[in-house]
């Protein structure tokens, strides 16, 4: 059970990960090949609107937690055990994603609050 809970963690990291780098930093030199190839990918053969999953971090986080499940799964058999709860480590990777977004965005806000108020502040002396 400490197994399947490790690889269900390891999961939803990796999901993460996969997906903010895909979306959030996806523009840039290490990245920007491979995602326009895996766009143009899944424009091509899947569909058109799917291609603008990888325009969001959460709903790209919930499809690469399927990659990050089967790569798992083959890395499980060869320790004899199964791994393989795809759906759920999606939906808790989704929830890990939008989670921490959105802490950044209330973090953002804060410090943007904190700036206006302290030029406020400045304005008001003069």
């Not at 090949?33 to 969001?56: E, G, N, P, Q």
């Not at 943007?112 to 002396?125: S, Y």
């Amino acid at each position: 059970m400490l197994d399947f809970l490790i690889c269900l963690i390891i999961s939803v990291l990796l999901t993460y990960g996969m997906a903010i780098t895909l979306v959030e930093k996806g523009r840039e030199f290490p990245v920007r090949k491979f995602r326009i190839l895996l766009k143009k990918f899944i424009h091509d053969k899947i569909s058109r609107k799917f291609s603008k999953v990888l325009d969001c971090s959460a709903c790209s986080s919930f499809y690469l937690a399927l990659l990050s499940d089967i790569l798992i799964c083959i890395i499980s058999l060869c320790f004899g055990y199964f791994y393989f709860l795809w759906p759920f480590s999606g939906f808790l990777s989704l929830a890990f994603t939008w989670t921490v977004i959105e802490l950044l965005n209330g973090i953002d806000k804060e410090q943007n609050i904190n700036v206006l108020l302290d030029n406020q502040g400045e304005e008001n002396e003069n």
